[in-house]
T-cell receptor, first 116, second 112 residues
Framework: KAGVTQTPRYLIKTRGQQVTLSCSPISGHRSVSWYQQTPGQGLQFLFEYFSETQRNKGNFPGRFSGRQFSNSRSEMNVSTLELGDSALYLC???????????????FGPGTRLTVT | AQSVSQHNHHVILSEAASLELGCNYSYGGTVNLFWYVQYPGQHLQLLLKYFSGDPLVKGIKGFEAEFIKSKFSFNLRKPSVQWSDTAEYFCAVNQAGTALIFGKGTTLSVSS
């Protein structure tokens, strides 16, 4: 099985711009979660999507949004970028079925976003 | 708010030394506990997980962790570390219906 893929792998944007990141989960997985990883804060949960619906949401401002498509692929969007948004954005997938909290999440390689 | 604390930010050991990384959580009720590892340049991957039963769980590469409910802890251990264990280690916790929340991570550096 192919793993979780994320595109692009690296991105440089200017403050005030917006960005869209993409994640393709493992085939058959219906849950996709997004995390922001920074040296100071570690991994912070952004949101989780299951069957095109947001199921859980972290404590991030409304500039961070996401969506999931019928094929389970997910995108996250950050509008009005700030310097502090520079981070590694990780996507993780899991089966997402009942009792899904018992399943491990499989992580992608991440997208390294640099905001200048 | 629910939180996960990892006490050690950076641990430096020599090969063959024993390892114990601390993890405490602030959740009430039934929890599911995980340790993930991120080797340099690689994806996060699962080391081990605890859902129920024997509080001592064994994972890959000789790692184990002990769940102590009374202490809200899930410490990771390895009797003898190798240079290849150099990585960042993350403790994570969730409950039914909630997101997986991670600690800030512990960087382990093992010198040969």
């Amino acid at each position: 099985k192919a793993g979780v893929t994320q595109t692009p792998r690296y991105l440089i944007k200017t403050r005030g711009q917006q960005v869209t990141l993409s994640c393709s989960p493992i085939s058959g997985h219906r849950s996709v979660s997004w995390y922001q990883q920074t040296p100071g804060q570690g991994l912070q949960f952004l949101f989780e999507y299951f069957s095109e619906t947001q199921r859980n949401k972290g404590n991030f401002p409304g500039r961070f949004s996401g969506r999931q498509f019928s094929n389970s692929r997910s995108e996250m969007n950050v509008s009005t970028l700030e310097l502090g948004d520079s981070a590694l954005y990780l996507c993780a997938s899991s089966p997402g079925l009942a009792g899904s909290h018992l399943y491990e999440q499989y992580f992608g390689p991440g997208t390294r976003l640099t905001v200048t | 708010a629910q939180s996960v604390s990892q006490h050690n930010h950076h641990v430096i050991l020599s090969e063959a030394a024993s390892l114990e990384l601390g993890c405490n959580y602030s959740y009430g009720g039934t929890v599911n506990l995980f340790w993930y590892v991120q080797y340099p340049g690689q994806h996060l991957q699962l080391l081990l997980k605890y859902f129920s039963g024997d509080p001592l769980v064994k994972g890959i590469k000789g790692f184990e962790a002990e769940f102590i409910k009374s202490k809200f802890s899930f410490n990771l251990r390895k009797p003898s570390v190798q240079w290849s264990d150099t990585a960042e280690y993350f403790c994570a916790v969730n409950q039914a219906g909630t997101a997986l929340i991670f600690g800030k991570g512990t960087t382990l550096s093992v010198s040969s």
